[in-house]
């Protein structure tokens, strides 16, 4: 939905959710409460991004190193992702969302890994938005995870050493077939990537908000494109403009 005031919309948007245990704190509520209120500013996100023609959003829900929480607030997080799957998968599915689910998958307990498998196998020929859910996540895990696979493919006879490039190893991450994002927001003031997306990041825009993220809504994520969009963006080069002074001079 490109707009005079908005010429340019991302096409991968990722989501670092930050600061609902400190809204929750600052009202004296459980943080329980801060994280689903967290879930509905999913919500508005997502309609948000699908109304302004983003083709992908990625949200970090749980990162591997989340298991470090209390065992209450793991079963809160754990719970609310249960019961996002099972209350708005048929309505994402009917809205023509695609989900994908990136991180590390071995080892999860209980159900949520087969209601992963269920959301992403049941939307998987959607052509909407696809959302991207970052659940047991950490690039360098991810990371990890591309490498050994390829140095078992050199291992086998299959792959010279030689032939390992960075397409290879964006082929073998999780987010494979998924371009970069373009545009990574974190929310509450904090200014750092903890672990999310270190290899897609290289030339994404950094847009850091002070507000919580139960706060986040359609006007935060059209205030962030904004910003987005008047970024010049150069990925190493020279920006358009210096490009065509360069070609006139
Ligand atoms: C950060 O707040 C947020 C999280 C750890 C997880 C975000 C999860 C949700 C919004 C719910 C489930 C997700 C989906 C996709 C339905 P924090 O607890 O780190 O806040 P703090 O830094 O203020 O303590």
Known sequence: MATPD????????????DGNGRWANKRGLPRAIGHSKGVEAVRETVRAAGEAGVRYLT???????NWSRPEDEINDLLGLLRRFIRRDLA??????????VIGDKQNLRGDILPLLLEAEETTRLNTGLTVVIAFNYGARNEITRAVAKLAREVEAGRLKAEDIDARSIGDNLDTAGIPDPD???????EERLSNFLLWQAAYSELVFLPEYWPDFNRQLFFDALRIF???????????AKTAAAAVVG
């Open 59 to 65: 949200l970090f829900a749980f990162s591997s190193e």
């Open 229 to 239: 969009a008047s970024r010049d963006r150069r990925f190493g080069g020279l920006s």
């Open 183 to 189: 545009l990574i927001i974190r929310t509450s003031g």
């Open 91 to 100: 309505e994402l599915h009917r809205e023509n969302v695609r989900i994908r």
């Open 6 to 17: 908005l010429p340019i919309i991302p096409e991968h948007v990722a989501v670092i959710m």
